[in-house]
């Protein structure tokens, strides 16, 4: 228990990796831990779309940065060989923050590893592309879908940042 404590308060977000991908274990690892977060009404929303072909993670980087208004040329990726597009069913009405817990979880899960991740945005606007949408199709997934994040992930090249300050007034405690 007091180790996963740690890992939760010693995780951060990694801007550097390594070019080798990562295991087929250690993904099916972080995938499973997204897998097991908590869902509204137990419905699962959620789905993961694993990306570890270069070509298309070049695609979506190029989309991804198009969308952040970033430099041409910019690695939104940071060149992580993995990134897990995250969307969620919007037939349910908790699908983002479905998508969102699982993301928690997923990067949590990495640390433990040993993994790098770091959460990016604009799943949402590259869903909405038909870059996305031949994403969806090309993963087998039909019907309307939100994108919450992006997950990426590899073994960090420079190690793990150290852990920040936090703000004084984070927390209240009413009683």
């Known amino acids: 228990m007091k180790e996963t404590l ?3 308060k010693n995780r951060r977000s990694v801007k550097e990796y390594k070019p080798e991908q990562i295991s ?3 993904l099916m690892e972080v995938l499973e831990a997204g ?3 908590s869902s509204g009404g137990n419905k699962q929303s959620a789905i993961f779309i694993v990306v570890q072909n270069r070509e298309w993670i070049d695609k979506l980087c190029a989309l991804n940065a198009k969308i952040a208004g970033a430099p041409e ?3 939104v ?14 037939a349910t009405p908790d699908a983002v923050k479905d998508g969102s817990l699982c993301i928690g979880n997923m990067l949590n899960a990495a640390y433990a590893l040993g993994l790098g991740g770091r959460w990016i945005n604009r799943a949402d606007g590259m869903l909405e592309d038909d870059l996305g949408k031949a ?3 090309e993963a087998g997934y039909e019907g309307d879908y939100i994108g919450v994040g992006n997950v990426i992930l590899g073994y960090p090249a420079n190690g793990f940042p150290a852990p920040i300050e936090h ?4 927390y209240r405690i009413i009683r």
Request: net charge negative; glycine share 6%.
């Open 77 to 90: 990726f940071y060149g992580a060989p993995t990134v897990i597009v995250v969307a969620a069913s919007t």
């Open 35 to 37: 897998m097991n977060a």
């Open 24 to 26: 087929d274990e250690e």
């Open 73 to 75: 040329g910019w690695d």
């Open 6 to 8: 740690q890992d939760l």
């Open 135 to 137: 994403l969806l199709k």
């Open 167 to 170: 703000k004084k007034d984070y």
